[in-house]
């Protein structure tokens, strides 16, 4: 079985390729093309103008977490396009808001600062993934509402900024396109008003002809 090849530099890929994680890319065939991303240094731990016009057009994210002991848990962050800000070129923050107060992600980010966020855009079938860590920032009112989107009715408990370590937006294998509701109300709406006026011309068009055949 072929060894992963050591190298003297730590690419940003560790995060997540793991030796063990290594031994079985070697063994299924997929180590030496992760070797060429490697020496390049691996993947981006920066913000690019690609990447932070992704993020301001998500209403959603999932962040996972885990215990101290390792037990995983993710969970679901929503709120108006825009409300996961990019705060500097290796920070992410958002204002965190109320929800069914289990606070299961702040009970892990309190003893395992490492997370990860995962953003999907179903209806360009894309995705990003974002390793980290994430500080859970409390009692600083002037964050949240630096954070806080404008006009959402929602209440902040707290702010919640996020490390970057590494981000890969790969394949879109798998991924069901899915379109948002407003976004297939709009469409609809521009058919119906474009039939609507295709209709208003078609009549208009047929008055007119019965009136040349009728001074015929």
Known sequence: MAEPVLTTHTPTTDVAFTPSVKVIQARRGSRQAYERVEARGGWSSIVTPELSKFIAERDSFYLATASAIGQPYIQH??????????????????????????????????????????????AHQARVKIWGRALVVENDPALVERLMPANYDAKPEQAVLFTIDAWDGNCRQHIPQLLAAPDVAAAIDAFERKIAALEAENRALRARLGEERAQA
């Open 77 to 122: 962050r929503g709120g108006p396009k825009g409300f996961l800000r990019v705060v500097d070129e290796r920070t992410l923050g958002f204002a965190d808001f109320r929800g069914n107060r289990q606070y299961i992600t702040l009970g892990n980010l309190a003893e395992n600062d490492r997370a990860f966020i995962f953003l999907m855009d179903y």
